[in-house]
């Protein structure tokens, strides 16, 4: 079978992706995420004055929560469904952090835990880091134009 008749025989046999309805349920249920960060910022407000402070419980919040839910593996179906809808960055990092720790314990937690954490998070940082170093060069190139 050569390759023009292999990539056509796949794509005949190859089940579609509904690209619309992952849409849908990536927005509805990252919203949601959204959502109930600001839920929980609103409750966070009634008992702290310090806009600062309350953005930061926010953030251990929803951190902690999708560490929770990844620990006992229900982010996971709920990934299942939302698809690219829970990659909301704060939930997103924090399940993949947490996620390479569960898959990695039985290695135990030098050489499982501590070594491979950061296996999967690990090109988010660099990448993000280096995103945000370009950022910031055309950002002071701009400024210098424009002034």
């Known amino acids: 079978m050569k390759n ?15 690209i619309l ?3 849908v349920r990536a927005f509805l249920i990252g919203g949601a995420i959204c959502s109930l960060g600001q839920a929980i910022f ?22 902690a929560i ?6 006992i593996g229900i982010f996971d179906n709920i990934a299942r469904v939302a698809g690219a809808g829970t990659l909301v960055p704060i939930t997103g990092f924090a399940n ?3 996620s390479s720790a569960v ?18 998070s690990g090109p988010v940082i660099l990448f993000g880091t280096f995103s945000g170093v370009i950022y910031g060069v055309i950002y002071y190139i701009c400024s210098l134009i424009w002034g």
Not at 66 to 71: Q, V
Not at 103 to 120: P, Q
Request: proline share 1%.
């Open 21 to 23: 309805m992952n849409a």
């Open 103 to 120: 898959d990695t314990k039985s290695e135990g937690f030098v050489m499982g835990v501590g070594a491979k954490i950061f296996s999967i």
């Open 4 to 18: 023009k008749e292999y990539v056509e025989y796949v794509s005949a046999r190859s089940k579609k992706s509904p």
């Open 96 to 98: 993949a952090v947490a």
């Open 66 to 71: 999708a560490i929770i839910l990844t620990g």
């Open 42 to 63: 609103e409750f966070y407000s009634v008992f702290n004055s310090d806009i600062k402070e309350t953005q930061s419980l926010v953030s251990l919040t929803l951190i």
